[in-house]
C-alpha cells in the first residue's frame, strides 16, 4: 500500500458493530501458522457478520464513479495504523509523530490519511493487513462514534482469524481526553492497553514494538501478495 503525507480531509463515517471474542495478549505471534494462505480478510467478517452496509457519506450506485485507480508506486507494509474517531484525528497525528520521531517506529498512519475515495471497508482492510500492528486510540470520543466501535470489533476478530495478527492490537490511552478503564468495552480491557501518562509508556512502547515482529508480518504480507498477482495473471 503506498502511503505518502497527503492533506487529510476524513469522510463521515457511520457504521453497525456486534460482539467480538475477547483476546489474550500473553502469547507471541506463531510464525510456523501464520503462513496459511486461506485466511480471513476484514472485508470477509464485516460482509458476512452484518451484511455489506454502506456508510454514512457513501451512496449506492456510485462505488463505480467514486473509486480511485491504484497508485503504480511500490507499496509499503507500514508499521501501525491509528484507528480513531473523527473528531480525534488531531490526537491521532501527534500519537503517530510520537511513536514515529520520538521512538523510531516508522512509517505509520492514522485513518483520516487514507483515501477518502475509496470504500470504508476497503481502506480498513488495507491499513489493519498492511500494518504490523493496529493503535486503538481510546479517547472519550471513541464510544460516541459508531464507526469506531465497528473497528475495534472487526479489528479483534482479525487478529484471531489470521495468526500472524495475533496480539496486533494495540490499545493507547492518550494525554488528552483518554477513555477511563472503567467504561473501556469489556474485549479491551483483557488486552494491557498503553497508557501515555505512565512512567512505564517508554518501556511498553520498546516491548511491544518489536522489529522481529514487524519483519515476521512484513514477509508474510509480501508473500501474500506474491500469490496474489500470480493467481490474477493466471
Known sequence: MGVGKSKIDPCPLSLPWGKSPSVDMSQRPHEADSKKSNDISLRDIAEHSH????????????????EVP??????????????HAEDDTDEALRVQNLLQNDFGIKPGIIFAEMPCGRQ??????????????????????????????????TSLMNSVNRQHKYNSVI????????????????????????????????TQVERIFQESVYKIQQSIWKETRTTLQRQSIA
Open 120 to 153: 470504508h471497508l476497503q481502506n480498513l482492510d488495507d491499513a489493519v493487513n498492511g500494518s504490523a500492528w493496529t493503535i486503538l486510540l481510546l479517547t472519550e470520543n471513541f464510544l460516541r462514534d459508531t464507526w469506531c466501535k465497528f473497528q475495534f470489533y
Open 51 to 66: 451484511g455489506a452496509l454502506t456508510p454514512s457519506g457513501e451512496r449506492e450506485g456510485t462505488e463505480a464513479t467514486e
Open 171 to 202: 490499545p493507547l490511552r492518550p494525554l488528552n481526553n483518554p477513555l477511563p478503564r472503567e467504561r473501556t468495552p469489556f474485549a479491551l480491557r483483557t488486552i494491557n492497553a498503553l497508557e501515555e501518562e505512565s512512567r512505564g509508556f517508554p
Open 70 to 83: 491504484e497508485e503504480d508506486e511500490e507499496e509499503v507494509f507500514l508499521k501501525f495504523v491509528i484507528l
